[in-house]
């Protein structure tokens, strides 16, 4: 029978709550937090770099296939319900919690015909996660971000629904280095906009690299940012840029790039 | 100066109460709640039938246009801020509410080479909203709606964006009623599947009138539901039906239904 932790200044359970709640913490680690059955069952199975599996009593019996089934060398650590209840985001937690690297290796290859993302000034971790879900679901080859929320905070996290470990994902620091990156490997890009003059989308006719970039959920695309790009595309609609949520713009622009 | 409102027990205010937590209290009224500046906004630029226009203090003053806008005959009444944070479902209430008319002379119209979009059994008011505010942005025709979560909840309403004031809704109480509604206006029925065999959205090569026809977030159209429309249609995508957030699959649907 495992020791069952019930201090909760057990020093996992100290850094699961300063990585839950800090973008600095993670980025001074290298590690964000999960939580629920479904995501650290997907990081199991996507073979995630854990650094800890936490579980409550009641969980480790009922979900005991996410410890078996793990084949790296996460430590595992039972915790009391009460410390469950006390470290999760949730309402009604299945009490069920990790600890994981943020990956090094997963940054975006640039291949034949790859087609690509771009996520420029996003400020919604729902709408980043949905976004990241989305690409993954359609097969596009890798996302890349400048200037967004944190990729790594548990709600843009929970929202990818696991895609966070099957996409390759790049993250920028400026413009400057995603438009160095894009036009160094050959890629060419497509800025999204709210303009009757802009190119349908359905009749862009994409060959070769290309990536379409996609700007924050109020404003936009900077025009400066637009003018940086080969072209400008546009998705004909009734009504305003509010009219189509961003993460809903961003899938019919993917499902168009990848046709 | 008008009188400001500030016992709980003003009829308005127990109604707007009543209608805000139940669906049963919108339905033998016919009316139902707005929240928010915006939204209020919407519902008085389309000339929805408002029974009452709620506004606090402090937003009286602040948003004055909402009350100088509004061409029908809605009551106007000013509560203290105080009751507009007890009747508020927000954090931070902009104190802006209304009472509207459940409208009778929205539904859908059938015309030639017609799109429309059938919601069948959806749950989740924020899919529910946001198809419908995907729908409105890409120009469909109609909404059916047949066994899904009430349309007319404050968070389906808020997250239609307007969209519920402008577009075409019908509810059916039955999937028999749907069919049959659909099929006398001799409107050619495809079920949204996921399923390899099924035919590719985008060379479905959609003419005269057609409806794409959508199930539950969990557990998609049951068997027989898709056995009753003219054919099945998929996006293809990687993964499992979860892949796609529901209102993501609708999105791109309606987009390729509208080509």
Request: net charge neutral.
């Given at each position: 029978?495992?020791?069952?932790?019930?201090?909760?200044?057990?020093?996992?359970?100290?850094?699961?709550?300063?990585?839950?709640?800090?973008?600095?913490?993670?980025?001074?680690?290298?590690?964000?937090?999960?939580?629920?059955?479904?995501?650290?069952?997907?990081?199991?199975?996507?073979?995630?770099?854990?650094?800890?599996?936490?579980?409550?009593?009641?969980?480790?019996?009922?979900?005991?296939?996410?410890?078996?089934?793990?084949?790296?060398?996460?430590?595992?650590?039972?915790?009391?319900?009460?410390?469950?209840?006390?470290?999760?985001?949730?309402?009604?937690?299945?009490?069920?919690?990790?600890?994981?690297?943020?990956?090094?290796?997963?940054?975006?290859?640039?291949?034949?015909?790859?087609?690509?993302?771009?996520?420029?000034?996003?400020?919604?971790?729902?709408?980043?996660?949905?976004?990241?879900?989305?690409?993954?679901?359609?097969?596009?080859?890798?996302?890349?971000?400048?200037?967004?929320?944190?990729?790594?905070?548990?709600?843009?996290?929970?929202?990818?629904?696991?895609?966070?470990?099957?996409?390759?994902?790049?993250?920028?620091?400026?413009?400057?280095?995603?438009?160095?990156?894009?036009?160094?490997?050959?890629?060419?890009?497509?800025?999204?906009?709210?303009?009757?003059?802009?190119?349908?989308?359905?009749?862009?006719?994409?060959?070769?690299?290309?990536?379409?970039?996609?700007?924050?959920?109020?404003?936009?695309?900077s025009s400066e940012t637009a003018a940086r790009c080969t072209r400008r595309v546009t998705i004909p609609m009734n009504g305003t840029i509010d009219s189509l949520n961003a993460a809903m713009a961003a899938g019919i622009l993917m499902w168009e790039l990848r046709k």
């Amino acid at each position: 029978m495992e020791n069952i932790i019930i201090s909760k200044d057990n020093p996992v359970l100290k850094l699961y709550r300063r990585l839950s709640s800090s973008k600095k913490e993670r980025a001074r680690y290298g590690l964000f937090v999960l939580e629920g059955f479904r995501i650290v069952r997907d990081a199991v199975r996507e073979n995630a770099a854990l650094h800890s599996l936490i579980l409550t009593e009641q969980a480790a019996g009922r979900f005991s296939e996410l410890t078996e089934d793990h084949r790296g060398d996460a430590r595992r650590i039972i915790i009391s319900d009460e410390l469950g209840r006390r470290i999760s985001s949730t309402q009604t937690p299945q009490g069920v919690f990790a600890i994981c690297h943020i990956p090094r290796d997963r940054t975006v290859i640039f291949g034949d015909n790859g087609r690509y993302i771009a996520l420029c000034g996003l400020q919604d971790p729902g709408n980043l996660g949905m976004i990241i879900r989305t690409a993954d679901a359609l097969g596009i080859d890798g996302a890349l971000l400048c200037g967004c929320c944190d990729l790594y905070s548990p709600k843009t996290i929970r929202s990818t629904m696991g895609s966070v470990f099957r996409m390759r994902i790049s993250l920028t620091d400026s413009e400057e280095d995603l438009f160095g990156l894009l036009s160094s490997n050959g890629v060419e890009t497509s800025a999204a906009v709210i303009d009757k003059d802009a190119e349908e989308i359905s009749s862009c006719g994409f060959s070769g690299r290309q990536a379409v970039l996609i700007g924050n959920e109020g404003s936009g695309l900077s025009s400066e940012t637009a003018a940086r790009c080969t072209r400008r595309v546009t998705i004909p609609m009734n009504g305003t840029i509010d009219s189509l949520n961003a993460a809903m713009a961003a899938g019919i622009l993917m499902w168009e790039l990848r046709k």
